[in-house]
């Protein structure tokens, strides 16, 4: 269950990133998918589990994907702009 807080967490950061590498199409996507994460996750938490396949278990695991995806653009462009501030120190 922690493990799937944190990834929660993480997800939950991932529309500021796409701002940040100005996708704002991702973001929004993002924002909706994260809407349904949530719900999904009190109605695990609170109720019983939905049906797999349902809206909202789509939309919790394509919100966790997006998310991975977010933070893998995230670092590749941190490692890319890294790179350029070390060759102009040299």
Same mark, same amino acid.
Do not use: N
């Given at each position: 269950?922690?493990?799937?807080l944190m990834f929660?967490?993480?997800?939950?950061v991932t529309p500021?990133?796409?701002?940040?590498?100005?996708?704002?199409?991702?973001?929004?996507?993002?924002t909706i998918l994260?809407?349904?994460?949530?719900? $999904?996750?009190?109605?695990? @938490?609170?109720?019983?589990?939905?049906?797999? #396949?349902? !809206?909202?278990? &789509?939309?919790? $695991?394509?919100?966790?994907? @997006?998310?991975?995806?977010?933070?893998?653009? #995230?670092? !590749?462009?941190? &490692?890319?702009?890294?790179?350029?501030?070390?060759?102009?120190?040299?």
């Open positions: 269950m922690g493990i799937i929660m967490l993480l997800a939950s500021f990133l796409f701002l940040q590498l100005k996708k704002t199409v991702f973001a929004l996507v993002q994260l809407v349904g994460m949530w719900l $999904y996750f009190f109605e695990v @938490v609170f109720q019983a589990a939905p049906a797999a #396949f349902s !809206i909202p278990w &789509i939309m919790f $695991y394509a919100s966790l994907f @997006v998310a991975e995806v977010g933070w893998v653009m #995230f670092i !590749i462009r941190l &490692i890319k702009t890294s790179s350029t501030v070390q060759e102009s120190f040299q």
